[in-house]
T-cell receptor
Framework: GAVVSQHPSRVICKSGTSVKIECRSL??????MFWYRQFPKQSLMLMAT?????????EQGVEKDKFLINHASLTLSTLTVTSAHPEDSSFYIC????????????FGPGTRLTVL | AQSVTQPDIHITVSEGASLELRCNYS??????LFWYVQSPGQGLQLLLK??????LVQGIKGFEAEFKRSQSSFNLRKPSVHWSDAAEYFC??????????FGKGTKLTVNP
């Protein structure tokens, strides 16, 4: 149980376009989901906390208008990178917290974004 | 503010040797502590976690970790490393209603 999926696993886009990444909890409900960014050979940095039915909470330094987060249901959160540029190229990982097990996050497999 | 320090950026061990990966944390209350493993290009897999109770916790793949409050440490150990253990290991603190904070990671290389 507690499986989290991400789609797509890999995406290449042109500079200036927008890219949407989906994060789904497959077998549990997740009131809260998290979005992380990981640069090569570095740790995970939390970008934002996504709560179902409300606005996401962004970490300091993360542009809200650049990284749009929508958590429309208890099993789906989306991250849209708007007007992507090469510096947005990174590995994006989501996680979901099961409501009944509030102390633990379950991680998706990640999405590799490359902006040309 | 909570923080995690993994002092070793890269560790190399021989297959069959024992392993200890260090993790020190800073947290204002009783922490929730986690160890994750990440293979290249993959997401994170939870190895083990500590919330409360017995300070020696057992995880998957033969890993264990010991919570030492006096030393603010949560070191990961394995008695005999396998080649498949080569990966990046992350220690994290937090959980519950708070966000997870990760250490910078330790890359493990296993020599045959």
């Amino acid at each position: 149980g507690a499986v989290v999926s991400q789609h797509p696993s890999r995406v290449i886009c042109k500079s200036g376009t927008s890219v949407k990444i989906e994060c789904r909890s497959l077998d549990f409900q997740a009131t809260t989901m998290f979005w992380y960014r990981q640069f090569p050979k570095q740790s995970l940095m939390l970008m934002a906390t996504s709560n179902e039915g409300s606005k996401a909470t962004y970490e300091q330094g993360v542009e809200k208008d650049k990284f749009l987060i929508n958590h429309a249901s208890l099993t789906l959160s989306t991250l849209t990178v708007t007007s992507a540029h090469p510096e947005d190229s990174s590995f994006y990982i989501c996680s979901a917290r099961e409501d009944r097990v509030r102390n633990e996050q379950f991680f998706g497999p990640g999405t590799r974004l490359t902006v040309l | 503010a909570q923080s995690v320090t993994q002092p070793d950026i890269h560790i190399t061990v021989s297959e069959g040797a024992s392993l200890e990966l260090r993790c020190n944390y800073s947290y204002g209350a009783t922490p929730y502590l986690f160890w994750y493993v990440q293979s290249p290009g993959q997401g994170l897999q939870l190895l083990l976690k500590y919330f409360s109770g017995d300070t020696l916790v057992q995880g998957i793949k033969g890993f264990e970790a010991e919570f030492k409050r006096s030393q603010s440490s949560f070191n990961l150990r394995k008695p005999s490393v396998h080649w498949s253990d080569a990966a990046e290991y992350f220690c994290a603190v937090g959980g519950g209603s708070e966000k997870l904070v990760f250490g910078k990671g330790t890359k493990l290389t296993v020599n045959p």
